[in-house]
């Protein structure tokens, strides 16, 4: 059915042993092995290609040995089964050891693993994917830590985002309250379910959704990402022209239709509740007196409004996202004290109902 739908299937090879993965990298017959088994699989299977989901790798073999060893499976791949594609999974920060400038290049593609960020080992609740705030974030991962690669070459990453997320029961009902203990880590579909259930609170640290609630006397505390916070991320990917995103994993989202609409709506122009409206945001740009970019746009009451200040190439120099609390016209100020002289571009999307509206325009600071 994916293959009568155009869709190209990808055979995901997994590994969480370093010291088996070690072996995998440095023994050439275990290598050479390995390559074979992939060709059959992909062969047997009518597949398109291979992700290379290799995690709790040794310090000393992310760099030049995994390297080395994707290299060599792109060039095996590419030669035995020309067209099929490589590629490789990899956390939203380097935490040591990792060449991601020169992993990029030998292979097809990465894919970020932009989640994970709190999970059972925190000491307080918290989101898996923020946007922004704390000192690690998926704005730090792609303004940093994948920064080189996307200047070189940004079809070569992929924004992976989770459709799950993370419950704890909690000393009280706060944002960041302190960990008693962590119970699961629910699918989109299960989050959404008991975030209904019991309403549902924005964090705008993290701009990600949560909900808390008491239950058997003691708090609980479920953080997850919604269409909305998912579509800030897909904003910053596209503000760095990523070859797209993805996500962990299909199917969380059951038979709730939010998340495909949001993918819908931003990739293919359709949805199947709403439509996407390009250049329908008039914008208007004052620079104030005091270093601020004054930004002055419509919206209606309850829009979820995101604007982001990028730089000609894509780089985003600033990001803000907050909720309309009245129709009419808005206005917002983005610092630019230290922005160098140049030309930039102001992008604005306003969610609400149905639809997705955007305008953009271009700035000489």
Known sequence: AAHEAGVKIILTAVNFTGSQIHELLTDPDIKENFFAQLKSYLQTYDLQGVNIDFENIYQ???GDTLNGFMADLSLFLHSELPGSEVSIAVPPVNWGGWQFTGLAEACDYIFIMGYNFYGPWSSTSGACAPLTGGSY??????NNEFAAVAENDPDKLILGVPYYGNRWETEDGEAYSTAIDHTNQPTYSIAKNTADEHG???DGVSQTPY?????????????????TSLGLKYDLAEAFDYKGVGMWALGYDSDKPELWDEIRRRYTGASAIGEVRRNQVEISIVNTEENNLKIRFSADANDQITLVLTSITGRVICQHSYKATFSGIQLTEI???DVLQGIYIVKVLLRGGNSLRMGTVKILI
Not at 137 to 142: A, G, L
Not at 216 to 222: A, G, H, P
């Open 211 to 227: 909900c808390s609630y008491i239950e058997n006397e003691s708090w609980y505390q479920v953080w997850y990402d919604s269409d």
């Open 200 to 202: 549902s609170l924005w």
């Open 335 to 337: 610092p630019v004290r």
């Open 137 to 142: 974030n998926i704005s730090r991962t792609v």
């Open 60 to 62: 000393s073999d992310r």
